[in-house]
């Protein structure tokens, strides 16, 4: 039998953000000035941001996807948050890492941004 299988079963796709943290929402508006140049609206609103996990000695990982993995600027973007939060007093080190699991979908955009983007 595969253990590993049954360690992952139940565990949710998207690890849970520090929302409790008062850091957290400097760090969501931070998010909110980065842009896919693709599309105008910010990747927080477009569910690009998955987690934010802030420790108590400010050290913030964020977790990210992209909307495609041949996204033009996949090996910037991460750089472009990290520059943003980085900069936030409190903020320690900033870590983002991209993720593909579970793949971007437009269901995770935010409703602001399907009334910007014309879906709704």
């Not at 508006?29 to 927080?44: H, Q, S």
Request: contains cysteine; proline residues 10%.
């Amino acid at each position: 039998m595969d253990q590993s299988k049954d360690m992952l079963e139940g565990t949710p796709l998207i690890a849970p953000s520090s929302t409790d943290h008062p850091l957290y929402d400097a760090v969501v508006e931070a998010c909110r000035t980065v842009y896919d140049p693709e599309i105008p609206v910010n990747i927080y609103e477009l569910g690009l941001i998955y987690t934010i996990d802030i420790k108590d000695d400010g050290e913030v990982r964020v977790i990210m996807s992209l909307t495609a993995p041949g996204c033009p600027v996949a090996g910037e973007m991460p750089g472009w948050v990290a520059d943003a939060v980085e900069p936030l007093p409190g903020v320690k080190t900033v870590d983002v890492e991209l993720t593909w699991e579970p793949p971007w979908g437009m269901e995770m955009m935010s409703d602001e941004a399907r009334l910007e983007l014309g879906f709704m």
